[in-house]
Antibody
Framework: EVQLLESGGGLVQPGGSLRLSCAAS????????INWVRQAPGKGLEWVSG???????YYADSVKGRFTISRDISKNTVYLQMNNLRAEDAAVYYC????????????WGRGTLVTVSS | EIVLTQSPGTLSLSPGERATLSCRAS???????LAWYQRQPGQAPRLLIY???SRATGIPDRFSGSGSGTDFTLTISRLEPEDFAVYYC?????????FGGGTKVEIK
């Protein structure tokens, strides 16, 4: 089955760190751009970061310098390391695959919830 | 960045009725680079339409997209029970990628 499965969400204090994982199955992982898209409570969807098949990385201005996207091709998994978390980073984080950078998303995961609170 | 405004916020309709959802952009979306997604509670969002009017693989033909420039529409010709969900538009013509705030289609 073609799917993306996120994990790693949870409760973290402001200033803390969390690492999200996105495991891909059923398709050739390295041929796609894997992205993170988030939705804060009561707000719209926001593209956060992406990593291309060639390994190039891209970030929204709101997370640049705090978040790092990476991947392990052998595990078909993409990671989002989130440091110095703020209250406004609290959201459901979705993993989403696209055929190109800055494109539409063909496949999404169900999301993982990140709560930032003291 | 391009701001996408979806209307209405909520659409209350009965099964079998026609749904018309609007997505308006703050500036021209180049090459009709607009997509629509459906999200049902607890499920992953699903791509419905890309390129403003092309249906994604496996999407029923009751879903259609139209529009260009700054005004785009998603039409569901006859609502099925599984179509009651939240719908989002997204533009990918100009970085950064942006999404609309969503339209909830609920059962009347």
């Amino acid at each position: 089955e073609v799917q993306l499965l996120e994990s790693g969400g949870g409760l973290v204090q402001p200033g803390g760190s969390l690492r999200l994982s996105c495991a891909a199955s059923g398709f050739t992982f390295s041929r796609y751009v894997i992205n993170w898209v988030r939705q804060a409570p009561g707000k719209g969807l926001e593209w956060v970061s992406g990593i291309s098949g060639g390994g190039s990385t891209y970030y929204a201005d709101s997370v640049k310098g705090r978040f790092t996207i990476s991947r392990d091709i052998s595990k078909n998994t993409v990671y989002l390391q989130m440091n110095n978390l703020r209250a406004e980073d609290a959201a459901v984080y979705y993993c989403a695959a696209s055929e190109r950078t800055f494109w539409y998303f063909d496949l999404w995961g169900r999301g993982t919830l990140v709560t930032v609170s003291s | 960045e391009i701001v996408l405004t979806q209307s209405p916020g909520t659409l209350s309709l009965s099964p079998g009725e026609r749904a018309t959802l609007s997505c308006r952009a703050s500036q021209t979306v180049s090459s009709s680079s607009l997509a629509w997604y459906q999200r049902q509670p607890g499920q992953a969002p699903r791509l419905l339409i890309y390129g403003a009017s092309s249906r994604a693989t496996g999407i029923p033909d009751r879903f259609s997209g139209s529009g260009s420039g700054t005004d785009f529409t998603l039409t569901i010709s006859r609502l099925e029970p599984e179509d009651f969900a939240v719908y989002y538009c997204q533009q990918y013509g100009i970085s950064p990628l942006t999404f609309g705030g969503g339209t909830k289609v609920e059962i009347k």
